[in-house]
């Protein structure tokens, strides 16, 4: 198994940040080369993947890797011969039942994508993957509040977020409770569908001296915080799972005085970028995790646009080597442009919506128009809009009680037949359904536009 002294991780993530982008383009390059020559040395299905690649090969000539290869793959996958599916669903199975996180083999820690539907992709890490990420937390994120911030030992922390065990927030959180033992109570839940009198009543109770939710909601106790309601003095405050937008930045500068956090990261990928406080742009980790933006037909995304997807490497995981693996992300990728915060790891932007056009009654549909109508329907906490037969959408509608769902889905219905209307989509059936919010299972992340038809 590959490892590496804490020591030395950290003082690579340390030293890269101070190189300039050519020094950590080539710090990349050379990891994935000894990445990809490792993966074929030791797996059977990647040194059949590039056996007509060239030894001294660029990135761009490397095949395009896939959830649905890699996990019918798996055992041929996987760089360790000991290390199969079989084992690894008994030891999963295994830990579950025993609320436990034993390392399978007693060396690899293992991380699964969430979700409701689909299946649930389990990928290995080794130590060296741990060691780098944990080095790229407490170096690069946690770098302003002390890597001491986020333990329940020192912080009180209060997390107002969806608490359905089906949400992989809510899952860590349990996770993390549990682990924390007597510390455990230094870790509060507040659900999301409380009303706002609520969560503040909690939040002043319990007074945190961490904050952490979806932007979304977070807006909604700044304005409480300025109003006076709210009162808290959190160390920071950690965004999570939604686009933040400038405008929220900026409001929950203002009402906490603290540094605002926020990171993108995967199952897949590990930490990809982070904002950390000082700035409110997320910068990517591109010294240990290279991101590919790609349009439409694959190729790479024309600077400053949104891609369609992304291909995402992690150079630091050898037992199950993400090499170009494909992500449905869109982000953008800021040519080098300085930060304010000094750092110079490049600037990523990710899109909050994204908006695949949907074909209905055989016409394409562009989904914007809808969305920003229905995001404005009164008492709504959360909605998406399914593609779910080749006529018909879903409005999936989530509120706090069936009151509000009541009154919500009949504003719903009146404006969705207005909007179908007006963009020539009268034809299209719709209904709107009660429904629990869950991030999307290929990428953990949440996904206003879903297209189910296949
Ligand atoms: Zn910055």
């Not at 084992?87 to 399978?104: N, Q």
Request: net charge negative; glycine share 4%.
């Amino acid at each position: 198994m590959k490892t590496i002294e804490q020591d030395l991780a950290l003082k690579l993530v340390h030293e890269a940040e101070r190189m300039s982008t050519d020094e950590r383009k080539a710090l990349a390059a050379e990891r994935l080369k000894a990445l990809v020559e490792y993966a074929r040395e030791n797996s059977p299905y990647l040194a059949r993947l590039y056996r007509d690649c060239p030894k001294d090969f660029a990135l761009s000539d490397l095949p395009i890797t896939q959830k649905s290869d890699l996990q019918e793959n798996f055992d041929e996958w996987v760089t360790d011969r000991e290390a199969n599916s079989a084992k690894l669903k008994l030891h999963v199975e295994a830990c579950a039942r025993e609320g436990s996180s034993a390392p399978f083999l007693s060396k690899y820690t293992f991380v699964s994508t969430s979700g409701t539907t689909g299946t649930p992709f389990t990928i290995l890490r080794d130590d060296y993957h741990n060691k780098i990420h944990g080095a790229l937390m407490s170096e690069r994120f946690l770098k302003i509040v002390g890597a001491d911030a986020v333990s329940p030992r020192t912080n009180r922390i209060a997390s107002v977020i969806m608490t359905d065990p089906r949400v992989s927030s809510y899952g860590s959180f349990l996770r993390s409770k549990k682990a924390a033992g007597e510390y455990g109570k230094n870790m509060l839940a507040v659900s999301i569908v409380e009303s706002i009198p609520n969560i503040v009543d909690a939040l002043n109770a319990y007074q945190p001296t961490a904050l952490t939710g979806y932007p979304s909601i977070l807006a909604m106790l700044a304005d409480e915080q300025l109003a006076g309601r709210l009162r808290i003095h959190t160390g920071y405050v950690l965004c999570s799972a939604e686009l933040l937008d400038h405008a929220t930045y900026e409001k929950l500068c203002r009402a906490f005085q603290c540094p605002i956090l926020n990171n993108y990261c995967m199952t897949e990928g590990g930490e990809v970028a982070f904002a950390n406080g000082l700035c409110e742009n997320l910068h990517l980790n591109d010294d240990w995790i290279i991101v590919e933006p790609i349009d439409k037909n694959g190729n790479p995304a024309k600077p400053g646009a949104l891609s369609e997807a992304i291909l995402v490497s992690d150079l630091s995981n050898y037992i199950c080597p993400i090499i170009r693996y494909k992500m449905s992300d869109c982000v953008m990728i800021e040519p080098d442009r300085a930060c304010t915060c000094g750092s110079r790891l490049p600037i990523l932007k990710i899109s909050g919506r994204e908006m695949p056009p949907l074909l209905l009654c055989g016409r394409t549909m562009s989904p914007s128009a809808l969305d920003a109508t229905l995001e404005k329907a009164p008492e709504m906490l959360k909605f998406q809009i399914a593609r779910v037969s080749e006529d018909a959408l879903e409005i999936r509608l989530y509120t706090k009680d069936s009151a509000s769902f009541a009154r919500a889905k009949a504003w719903m219905e009146e404006h969705t037949r207005e909007t179908l209307q007006r963009s020539g989509f009268s034809d299209v059936k719709f209904s709107v359904v009660a429904w629990q919010p869950v991030n999307d299972p290929k990428c953990g992340k949440f996904k206003v536009v879903v297209d189910e038809v296949k």
